[in-house]
Antibody
Framework: EVLLQQSGAELVRPGSSVKISCKASGYTFTDYYMHWVKQRPEQGLVWIGRINPANGNTVYAEKFKSKATLTADKSSNTAYMQLSSLTSEDTATYFCTTVRDWGQGVMVTVSS | DVVLTQTPPTLSATIGQSVSISCRSSQSLLHSNGNTYLHWLLQRPGQSPQLLIY???RLESGVPNRFSGSGSGTDFTLKISGVEAEDLGVYYC?????????FGGGTKLELK
C-alpha cells in the first residue's frame, strides 16, 4: 500500500520559514515525481511545483519560485518543502502528491 | 498558464441521478508525445483529494465504474452515472500537459 505521510501542523511567525516533510512508502520513491499543492481555507487547489526524486530536478510555478524550495532525500524516501518569508497569505494546507496518491496534508498557520 | 474552466460550480443531485461536469481548457492539452494529461479528482469534506480518472478516460484502480471521463483537445467531461451519497464533495480537473500544472476551480456536488 502506498502511503505519503506528512509532518504535523505548524504555527509559525510572520517572516519566518517552515520546512514540511512527506515520507513515501509502498513504492519506489525515485519512480514518480512528487508534486506539492496549496489549498487555502475553503478555496481550490494551487500547484506549487514538483521534484524528480531520482535527480533532484525541480519545476516551480512562477508565483512560488521565491517562496518554496523543494528537496528530496533518496536515502529516507522523504520529500521536503521549505516555505520562506511567511505571511498570512501562506496560511493554508499543503499536500504532497504523486497525483495517484496524496498525503494527508499539513496545515500551516502564520500568525503572530 | 493554462486556464481550466469548470462548469457548473455547484451541482445539486438526487441519489441515483446521472450528472456531468465540464472542464474546458484555454489551450489544447494534447502533449507532443500523444498523451493528454487531463485528470479528475474528488475531494470529500475534510479529506485529501483522490484520483478518479487519469489521462482523460482511464479509471483509477478501486474507483467505481459509475465514473467515466471523456473528451479531447480542450473540452472534457466527467460523468457520474447514478450518484451515490459517497460521491458528495468537490470535483477538480487538473492538467499536467503544460507547466505549470493547473487546476479547475472545482465543482461542488451536493444532495438536492
Amino acid at each position: 500500500e502506498v502511503l505519503l505521510q506528512q509532518s504535523g501542523a505548524e504555527l509559525v511567525r510572520p517572516g519566518s520559514s517552515v520546512k514540511i516533510s512527506c515520507k513515501a512508502s509502498g513504492y519506489t520513491f525515485t519512480d514518480y515525481y512528487m508534486h506539492w499543492v496549496k489549498q487555502r481555507p475553503e478555496q481550490g487547489l494551487v500547484w506549487i511545483g514538483r521534484i524528480n526524486p531520482a535527480n533532484g530536478n525541480t519545476v516551480y510555478a512562477e508565483k512560488f519560485k521565491s517562496k518554496a524550495t523543494l528537496t528530496a532525500d533518496k536515502s529516507s524516501n522523504t520529500a521536503y518543502m521549505q516555505l520562506s518569508s511567511l505571511t498570512s497569505e501562506d496560511t493554508a494546507t499543503y499536500f504532497c502528491t504523486t497525483v495517484r496518491d496524496w498525503g494527508q496534508g499539513v496545515m500551516v498557520t502564520v500568525s503572530s | 498558464d493554462v486556464v481550466l474552466t469548470q462548469t457548473p460550480p455547484t451541482l445539486s443531485a438526487t441519489i441515483g441521478q446521472s450528472v456531468s461536469i465540464s472542464c474546458r481548457s484555454s489551450q489544447s492539452l494534447l502533449h507532443s508525445n500523444g498523451n493528454t494529461y487531463l485528470h479528475w479528482l474528488l475531494q470529500r469534506p475534510g479529506q485529501s483529494p483522490q484520483l478518479l480518472i487519469y489521462l482523460v478516460s482511464r479509471l483509477e484502480s478501486g474507483v467505481p465504474n459509475r465514473f467515466s471521463g471523456s473528451g479531447s483537445g480542450t473540452d472534457f467531461t466527467l460523468k457520474i452515472s447514478g450518484v451515490e451519497a459517497e460521491d458528495l464533495g468537490v470535483y477538480y480537473c487538473v492538467q499536467g500537459t503544460h507547466a505549470p500544472w493547473t487546476f479547475g476551480g472545482g465543482t461542488k456536488l451536493e444532495l438536492k
